[in-house]
């Protein structure tokens, strides 16, 4: 199949996923629970540097009290900061610092780029990055927004880990029940990174 014609089905898939979204009314709730589950995971409870993703105001997993956990907790959490083709993560300093980002044009909490951050790839990079997306499967496959921001950040973060010493980055998406899709559906390019963990309100995929 042409890499168009993957691009199209792709274009078509996160239409109907998104479509099918508008009719969640229980994000709250399973986002509570998908936070109880990843609390559970070794990775995380042993994790010192985590990457998280901001949530969108809809549709996917709520992540502001992971972010508020992650802090308190000591850890060094770092949240994406984008240009128009590149992603950094960069470290939030506190609750506070966080509750005062400006919101972007998806109405998503974000450090401006002219706003001085420590970059998780001039420090000790990180031990876990959780990752958003569109939909998944139980084979740890991965359907993003469609800008290669997370593909493109992986693939940037191995090399860089290679040069460094650094052990490879472990990767866990954060699901609704609604976004996993059975086996087959998502069209994958030779660019899509596969995920070492999914973490649903009903299940760790692993």
């Not at 992971?66 to 240009?83: D, F, W």
Request: glycine share 4%; charged share 25%; net charge negative.
């Amino acid at each position: 199949m042409s890499a168009t014609s993957i691009k199209l089905l792709k274009r078509a898939l996160r239409k109907d996923v998104a479509e099918k979204l508008k009719g969640v009314t229980n994000i709250d709730a399973q986002s509570d629970q998908v936070f109880q589950r990843l609390q559970q995971l070794e990775e995380f409870q042993q994790c010192r540097n985590v990457s998280v993703y901001v949530s969108m105001p809809t549709q996917e997993i709520n992540t502001r009290s992971i972010i508020q956990h992650i802090l308190e907790a000591g850890k060094a959490c770092y949240i994406p900061r984008c240009t128009k083709d590149t992603m950094d993560m960069v470290r939030v300093a506190s609750w506070d610092d966080y509750l005062a980002l400006p919101r972007n044009k998806w109405d998503i909490p974000e450090p401006p780029l002219d706003q001085p951050r420590e970059n998780a790839l001039d420090k000790d990079g990180l031990d876990l990055m959780l990752v958003p997306g569109v939909a998944f499967d139980t084979q740890k496959q991965r359907i993003g927004h469609g800008k290669g921001y997370y593909d493109r950040y992986l693939l940037k973060y191995a090399a860089w880990a290679e040069q460094h010493s650094k052990p490879p980055l472990k990767t866990a998406a954060l699901a609704l029940q609604e976004q996993i899709l059975d086996v087959g559906v998502i069209p994958l390019e030779e660019t899509d990174q596969t995920l070492d963990y999914i973490v649903t309100p009903s299940q760790l995929i692993q």
